[in-house]
């Protein structure tokens, strides 16, 4: 069957470092995948979109990865600040128009 | 430029009663999609609709239905509740011939008791 799955642990790293998260699929061939931001009680909100011909995506201080033959996608904040503290969830996006969700990772930044 | 609006905020409905969501897509999206978020967990993918009609369907049962209305607006409608639909749920709109990001509202909290 088809899965995202990222870390399920909450990951808590310091102030200033890279925050790095992790998204694995199996039985999906996505056309694009993409990742979110979630603060509690409020909806995702967009940040990065990077497509299956694609290796890699940067925004500010946002890096996004796609392998697809490993079928994984990696998330980098740089130099991190309290306020990226949040959920982050990776979706796939295939041909058909589903846009499917992992379960997100909780990053927490310390001052 | 309004983002994507939905109604209510919150909700507290009984086992065994309806209910019927509401949603306004970002201004100039046309298709609209629906998901249910559980506590800790990500977005489940109820269904997504575009030109009025139901174009997508996640693993949800018939009691979980919809409506695009022809100003690209929708209402998710859930019958005969459960205590297992409390969650928040989440509306998605998006432009259908283009592949960027969805925009989401900030939900309804839906409630069973």
């Known amino acids: 069957s088809q899965k995202i799955e990222q870390n399920s642990e909450a990951l808590n790293i310091q102030e200033g470092k890279t925050a790095t998260l992790t998204c694995n699929y199996t039985?999906?061939?996505?056309?694009?995948l993409q990742w979110y931001r979630q603060d509690p009680g409020r909806g995702p909100v967009f940040l990065l979109l990077?497509?299956?011909?694609?290796k890699e995506k940067r925004k500010e201080r946002l890096k996004v990865t796609f392998d697809t033959t490993l079928k994984q996608s990696l998330f980098h904040i740089t130099a991190s600040q309290p306020a990226d503290s949040a959920t982050y969830l990776c979706a796939l996006h295939n041909q058909g128009g589903k846009l499917i969700f992992g379960q997100g990772t909780e990053l927490s930044v310390k001052p | 430029d309004a983002g994507v609006t939905q109604s209510p905020t919150h909700l507290i409905k009984t086992r065994g009663q309806q209910v019927t969501l509401r949603c306004s897509p970002k201004?100039?999206?046309?298709?609209v999609s629906w998901y249910q978020q559980a506590l800790g967990q990500g977005p489940q993918f109820i269904f997504q609709y575009y030109e009025e009609e139901e174009r997508q369907r996640g693993n949800f049962p018939d009691r979980f239905s919809g409506h695009q209305f022809p100003n690209y607006s929708s209402e998710l409608n859930v019958n005969a509740l459960l205590l297992g639909d409390s969650a928040l749920y989440l509306c998605a709109s998006s432009l259908r011939m283009v592949h960027y990001g969805y925009t989401f509202g900030s939900g309804t909290r839906l409630t069973v008791v």
């Open positions: 201004s100039g999206h046309d298709t």
């Open positions: 039985n999906y061939s996505p056309a694009y």
């Open positions: 990077i497509r299956e011909n694609e």
